[in-house]
């Protein structure tokens, strides 16, 4: 597990940078986000982390071995299924954190952690994206199908889009997560940022490398809808094919109660259980546009192809005919075609691991201490 691994050893020196302030959104469950963070506390030890909400025992023991400081929004929070309800008050929350007695501040945000207050210090982000909500997937978070919680969003969006601007001043540099959450940050702060990708797990290239696949695709994904799962579902039904669904959310029980025999949902998983199967699939699929994504490099690690949507943080990180098949449009055909490309290729399953290894921990520690060095000189 992450929170069993030695930490890298580009750790600073706990006094390179004084008391140090690392800021996360929230602490409800362990995804790439939070992996991402685990090795950002590797790299400021004794640093202090403060978050708007946390729910103990839903994050590792390393992150939760913290002095953890949360927002007033914290026994909010507790009573409350859907985060989104919350969200106009997220400014206030972020805001009223005093970090004047501290001398460095992170932040590692895809919602508000950015926009704190930094009291002048030197301040570094880590952006995993702009805010979602509020920006280009506000239909997928606010749909139609639930109007007032819509209208709602929409009045909060307007006056949240200009305070998330603004408060971007704040951020001495900008780290992003691939060149498409970068043009993003310039899009929409229209500040500069330097991209530094998360890592691979060395979990995922420790097992032996399977050369003979069963007969199955698979998908890796939380079952939301800006994810479009539903576009894999339907080109395998469609086509015949096996295809194996692992991951929750809140469209499990529509999609599983509409597939078909060769359509296989598996809910939350272990860790153990995802690896086994992506070691045996023929290919992962990726049916939408993703931020970064660390699947398609799990998938890489264990030393299959990825099909993915054509755009996105997977265009850093495969390479077509070599890692994966990439297809050009969200629909069914276009999918099947590419479908029917990885599984007519050889794939040199030795290359697929050694380009995964290539987004390793180690680099992403030297490039974060490398960007928090550059921000102290700065200053």
């Not at 890592?199 to 800006?226: G, M, N, Q, T």
């Amino acid at each position: 597990m992450n929170d069993e691994r030695a930490p890298s050893s580009f750790i600073l020196h706990p006094s390179s940078f004084g008391r140090v302030a690392v800021i996360h959104d929230w602490l409800t469950g362990m995804r790439g986000g939070e992996s991402v963070l685990e090795a950002i506390l590797d790299a400021v030890p004794g640093a202090d982390l403060f978050t708007l909400f946390h729910f103990p025992g839903s994050v590792s023991k390393k992150i939760e071995s913290r002095r953890i400081v949360t927002s007033f929004l914290q026994p909010v929070a507790r009573r409350v299924s859907d985060y989104r309800k919350l969200l106009p008050l997220f400014p206030a929350s972020v805001r009223a954190w005093d970090f004047s007695g501290y001398d460095t501040v992170i932040s590692s945000s895809h919602c508000v952690a950015k926009s704190i207050d930094p009291a002048g210090r030197p301040h570094l982000c880590y952006c995993h994206t702009p805010m979602r909500y509020i920006w280009d997937r506000f239909d997928d978070y606010f749909p139609r199908s639930r109007p007032l919680m819509r209208a709602a969003g929409r009045v909060a969006a307007a006056g949240l889009r200009t305070w998330d601007v603004e408060t971007a001043r704040g951020v001495t540099h900008f780290l992003a997560n691939s060149h498409f959450v970068r043009d993003r940050i310039a899009k929409f702060y229209r500040r500069d940022a330097e991209v530094v990708h998360p890592f691979v797990d060395e979990e995922f290239l420790e097992p032996p490398i399977i050369d003979r696949r069963d007969d199955f695709h698979l998908v890796v994904s939380a079952l939301v809808p800006y994810k479009n799962v539903e576009l894999a579902v339907a080109a395998c039904q469609e086509s015949g094919r096996k295809l194996v669904v692992i991951g929750g959310g809140p469209l499990l029980d529509r999609l599983s109660s509409r597939s078909s025999p060769n359509v296989r949902f598996l809910g939350s998983v272990q860790r153990s259980s995802v690896i086994d199967h992506m070691a045996r699939a023929r290919s992962l699929i990726l049916p939408g546009i993703e931020d970064f994504g660390i699947t398609p490099l799990e998938a890489m690690a264990l030393g299959t192809p990825v099909v993915a949507l054509e755009g996105g943080g997977v265009l850093d990180t495969i390479e077509p005919g070599r890692t994966g098949i990439f297809f050009d449009a969200p629909v069914v055909q276009s999918l099947q075609k590419a479908l029917g490309e990885v599984e007519a290729a050889e794939w040199d399953r030795a290359a697929l691991r050694g380009a995964a290894a290539g987004f390793s921990r180690d680099r992403f520690s030297r490039e974060l201490t490398s960007a928090l060095q550059r921000i102290q000189r700065r200053t």
